[in-house]
């Protein structure tokens, strides 16, 4: 499959051929990509560099965020059908799921307690990691089972922040999307 690729403005022709090569501009490159959990987190291989990195799709445009801090936009064009590489966690409604730190962080704030009634896209905390804050927001409406965590820990990457019972209606947003009422 071929695509065209925009980073930051800068054009790059991709052609994903067959057992993990992909050419950039004509350059072949090994290339191995495996989603991490469940948040967006993934582990990218490029010629035995490791990476880290946090990607968000957003109406067919990409941010992706490296665990050295550096963040890119990246539209996709081309291919028989865009990559599609952004997963939302799985959901069994009025099962209890943890809320898990998808990085090491500092927690900033704590803004539900337990028994507490939530809507999709309601902050529920801020975590600080590699000097950005990360609001991690309920994807679907619930009720908090359990706050795992106050301001000032310290959280290692999937540690349980929070436990959330998901309520059988509601639509899916990301932990990381910005809600439109401010």
Same mark, same amino acid.
């Given at each position: 499959?071929?695509?065209?690729?925009? #980073? &930051?403005?800068?054009?790059?022709?991709?052609?994903? @051929?067959?057992?993990?090569? *992909? =050419? +950039?501009?004509?350059?072949?490159?090994?290339?191995?990509?495996?989603?991490?959990?469940?948040?967006?987190?993934?582990?990218?291989?490029?010629?035995?560099?490791?990476?880290?990195?946090?990607?968000?799709?957003?109406?067919?445009?990409?941010?992706?965020?490296?665990?050295?801090?550096?963040?890119?936009?990246?539209?996709?064009?081309?291919?028989?059908?865009?990559?599609?590489?952004?997963?939302?966690?799985?959901?069994?409604?009025? #099962? &209890?799921?943890?809320?898990?730190?998808?990085?090491? @962080?500092?927690?900033?704030? *704590? =803004? +539900?307690?337990?028994?507490?009634?939530?809507?999709?896209?309601?902050?529920?905390?801020?975590?600080?990691?590699?000097?950005?804050?990360?609001?991690?927001?309920?994807?679907?409406?619930?009720?908090?089972?359990?706050?795992?965590?106050?301001?000032?820990?310290?959280?290692?990457?999937?540690?349980?922040?929070?436990?959330?019972?998901?309520?059988?209606?509601?639509?899916?947003?990301?932990?990381?999307?910005?809600?439109?009422?401010?």
């Amino acid at each position: 499959m071929k695509y065209e690729v925009i #980073v &930051e403005g800068e054009t790059f022709l991709i052609e994903i @051929g067959d057992g993990g090569k *992909v =050419f +950039v501009n004509g350059r072949a490159h090994a290339v191995d990509m495996q989603s991490i959990d469940d948040l967006n987190l993934y582990s990218l291989l490029v010629d035995n560099n490791s990476y880290e990195a946090f990607i968000e799709e957003e109406e067919g445009h990409f941010q992706v965020l490296l665990h050295t801090g550096e963040m890119y936009n990246v539209q996709v064009k081309g291919g028989p059908s865009r990559p599609t590489i952004i997963k939302k966690p799985f959901r069994i409604p009025g #099962v &209890e799921t943890t809320v898990k730190a998808p990085m090491p @962080g500092l927690v900033v704030d *704590v =803004f +539900v307690v337990e028994g507490q009634q939530i809507k999709a896209g309601e902050v529920l905390v801020i975590l600080e990691s590699m000097k950005m804050e990360n609001e991690l927001r309920a994807q679907w409406d619930g009720t908090i089972q359990s706050v795992h965590v106050r301001p000032g820990d310290v959280a290692d990457q999937d540690q349980a922040l929070i436990t959330v019972q998901w309520e059988e209606v509601g639509h899916a947003l990301s932990p990381y999307q910005k809600s439109t009422d401010k």
